[in-house]
């Protein structure tokens, strides 16, 4: 009386692809190269769907889903009530039975009213199934703050979710990796959680960052997760970051190569797993560490990056700094919100006082 | 117009056995939780440590559900799982094995009891109250759009209808007409707090109306009952028409957990009366339709089983301490 | 030659938007599959392609303020 489906579907995905090809020269923002990646895997993979709060015709707040609807339909491309609880849940189910969910959770801030499904759920089932059962599910999350959204509306959090065992945690920077990282969660067995920073996307009602628009390979690619990529070389100075801050961090790299400083800047793009390697080496060619964070200071990824190094290699480090959000709620008012954003005049202090400059100087 | 198969009395016959092996399995690992635990309790000692949640008292609901569903229907249940497993035809071998946290465990000993994942029989756990009912949602969201008539089943407790995803999981069933059957078990207790200090309404089933579905409360722990009921519900589900709502009120037998000495409880006194297990079986021998020879074959049969499983747990290897990292990710090394 | 004209977003006549982003240069070739701008008007976006292939001259630089239906670059 029913069809014959496997039941035990371990998953399998299509024909390898490039990994981190030549960019080439066209030009996207880095939510239109998002778009792009989600419109590639759902023509050639029907278990691929989205859904989430807006993602229909409005396409996503931050524009993470514009055009899906009109190419794929309302039948995968589904707006969902306001019950992250019952929708994230739904994705992990669906990814149970074999498909493939593109779940977006419309701000990260938002994780408080469903972390049960995210933490205990989505990240906990194939580890508690002893590998029987795979959740092959992005849930794609919008961060950060630097628009007055006020403190619900303007956290990274991306510490939390890379604290909690299970989810892989991805967190681009510019379109390139945006393009190669959600084509390479949305091909992964495991549950990926896909963190943009609004700063970055490219959006024109919002700061716009030129690193926002970027040569994008037009056929699918893969950029592989858990793999930092240098995106300035240096010898002075080792800046870890990711996301907007690497942005900031290039600028002030930049403006201070003309004083003679050289600042490595190392974009991590992957919290889970993390790139400890890459880290390491950075900071044996330079010695000095910034790490660069827009979440939380205390407990979070600013210190397990500077651990990974200490537990490694501690004799490496002749400076350690983090120039991160401070632990307040994230305030509204322009002035005071940029005052504990990691802004390029907060990194240019740090660089300068690892260079024995001091604040000051 | 039945939707569904009217009982035969082999199909009565075949309920009171599903009951008999889930009573005889609970009895067992009752027995087998508490062989290492004295003097005194310590919950962390024996062959099965941990939480012990058993469902002796609630076996109507699993017996009644069971004959309704195939291997390819999916059903999540809670911390108390192991008489909906049984009556899903989760393996008892494998099962038994996860609870005496072997590696030959449904999940390596990673899972335990509270966390049981069959994908054999598409059966999982969630130990968070209501929490189990987003992923059913999922599972019967694929089935739909690959244009089956599987079912997803969603078991949980009475408690569980006074959490926000119950809510949001009812609404989103019934907006997207998805075919799940809700199946909430009132055993009368949420730990130690009784149902009507903790419920507004006097039937759960009654918040089916809410959200434009079916409710029906199944009174009196009567398998029959939820065998109509679920028959219904589940007949309605493959047919495209979406969700309904069943809550039994069935009886939590013994403590919330093993070690729970109840001196909360008031109605403890009514208890053995409200066995569901005797009196269906004096149902059914009144009926002419079971024999006491019957009965004790039941047990026997049952016994073999449950005594065999248990058999397969003990002489299963314990899971390596070298490996208790593996299995987080499908893909990859941990950072 | 031809025209690239900022679209008609709004009801309102007269209604301006921005260039958001233009994602060619001056003297890049172009189709018509080419995607050489995102205009907005207030937070809708829209794209902009080329009626005809050719070589490109923006006339309007990202973030100025543009009455919609006025032309914004030209193919030649």
Not at chain 1, 266 to 287: C, F, H, M, N, Y
Not at chain 2, 145 to 172: I, P
Request: hydrophobic fraction near 40%; proline fraction near 6%; glycine fraction near 10%.
């Amino acid at each position: 009386m029913t069809a014959a489906l496997p039941t035990a579907p371990l998953h399998t995905v299509g024909p390898n692809l490039a990994v981190e090809p030549d960019a080439g020269t066209r030009k996207l923002s880095t939510a239109k190269a998002m778009q792009e990646a989600i419109a590639q895997q759902m023509r050639t993979d029907d278990s691929v769907f989205v859904m989430g709060e807006d993602v229909g015709p409005y396409g996503g707040i931050f524009s993470s889903t514009t055009g899906l609807i009109e190419e794929f339909g309302p039948t995968r491309v589904i707006d969902t009530p306001i019950s992250e609880t019952a929708f994230i849940g739904t994705g992990i189910g669906a990814a149970i039975e074999g498909m493939r969910p593109v779940v977006e959770l419309m701000f990260s801030d938002f994780f408080g009213v469903c972390m049960d499904q995210i933490y205990n759920h989505m990240a906990k089932i194939h580890y508690e199934s002893g590998g029987n059962v795979q959740v092959p599910m992005v849930l794609m999350t919008a961060t950060g703050g630097g628009y007055s959204d006020g403190a619900q509306h303007s956290q990274t959090l991306w510490g939390t979710f890379a604290h909690l065992p299970g989810m892989k945690v991805v967190v681009p920077s510019n379109p390139y990796d945006a393009k190669g990282l959600m084509t390479a969660a949305i091909r992964s067995n495991d549950p990926v959680v896909f963190m943009f920073h609004k700063g970055v996307m490219g959006l024109g009602w919002m700061k716009k960052n030129r690193r926002s628009i970027g040569a994008v390979p037009e056929e699918p690619y893969e950029v592989p997760i858990g793999k930092a990529k240098v995106v300035r070389e240096g010898t002075d100075v080792t800046i870890v970051t990711l996301s907007l801050s690497v942005h900031h961090s290039l600028d002030v790299a930049e403006k201070l190569a003309e004083e003679g400083i050289s600042v490595e800047v190392l974009d991590l793009r992957s919290l889970v797993p993390l790139d400890r390697d890459a880290i390491v080496a950075s900071v044996s060619k330079t010695g000095r560490l910034i790490v660069v964070d827009e979440d939380y200071q205390s407990f979070g990824l600013s210190g397990e990056v500077i651990a990974s190094v200490v537990e490694r290699a501690p004799g490496l480090l002749t400076h350690v700094s983090r120039v991160c959000l401070p632990d307040v709620p994230i305030p509204y008012a322009s002035q005071l919100e940029y005052a504990v954003l990691p802004t390029p005049a907060r990194i240019e202090a740090a660089v300068r006082e690892a260079m024995g400059g001091g604040v000051a100087s | 117009m039945t939707l569904y198969p009217a009982l035969t009395d082999d199909m009565r016959r075949g309920m009171l056995q599903t009951m008999v092996l889930i009573r005889t399995y609970e009895e067992a690992i009752l027995r087998e939780y508490h062989a290492d635990k004295s003097p005194g309790f310590d919950i962390g000692a024996g062959l099965i440590p941990g939480e012990m949640h058993l469902s002796a008292g609630q076996e109507p609901v699993a017996a009644g559900l069971g004959l309704h569903l195939t291997k390819d229907d999916a059903l999540t249940a809670t911390h108390r799982p192991h008489h909906v497993a049984i009556a899903k035809g989760v393996r008892l071998r494998e099962m038994t094995a996860e609870i005496f946290g072997r590696e030959t465990g449904l999940g390596r000993g990673r899972g335990g009891h509270m966390h049981l994942f069959d994908p054999e029989t598409h059966f999982s756990c969630s130990g968070i109250i209501a929490e189990g009912l987003p992923p059913a949602l999922g599972q019967a969201f694929a089935f739909q759009r690959r244009g089956t008539d599987r079912v997803a089943v969603a078991v949980a407790g009475e408690g569980a209808a006074n959490q926000g995803a119950f809510h949001e999981s009812l609404n989103l069933a019934a907006l997207w007409k998805l075919p799940v059957v809700f199946v909430i078990e009132d055993n009368d207790w949420g730990i130690s707090v009784p149902r009507a200090q903790s419920t507004s309404v006097q039937s759960n089933a009654v918040r089916g109306a809410a959200y434009g579905m079916p409710g029906i409360r199944v009174e009196d722990n009567s398998v029959e009952g939820v065998y109509e009921a679920a028959g219904e519900a589940i007949a309605r589900a493959r047919a495209g028409d979406g969700p309904s709502l069943i809550e039994v009120h069935t009886l939590r037998l013994w403590g919330h957990f093993e070690g729970d000495a109840q001196g909360y409880r008031t109605d403890l006194d009514g208890v053995p009366g409200r066995d569901p297990l005797p009196t269906y079986r004096n149902t059914l021998t009144a009926q002419g339709v079971l024999t006491d020879s019957d009965f004790a074959a039941m047990e026997a049969s049952a016994s073999e089983l449950v005594e065999d499983a248990i058999d397969f747990a003990k002489a299963s290897p314990t899971p390596s301490p070298a490996n208790a990292l593996d299995y987080v990710f499908a893909e990859g090394a941990r950072s | 030659m031809s025209e690239v004209i900022f679209p008609k977003m709004s009801a309102a006549d007269g209604a301006t938007g921005v260039i958001v982003t233009w994602f060619v240069d001056s003297g890049d070739p172009v189709t018509p599959t080419t995607l050489i701008a995102e205009v907005a008007v207030d937070k809708v976006d829209a794209e902009v392609y080329p009626e005809t292939g050719g070589v490109i001259t923006l006339l309007v630089p990202e973030e100025a303020e543009v009455v919609q239906g006025s032309v914004i670059a030209t193919i030649t």
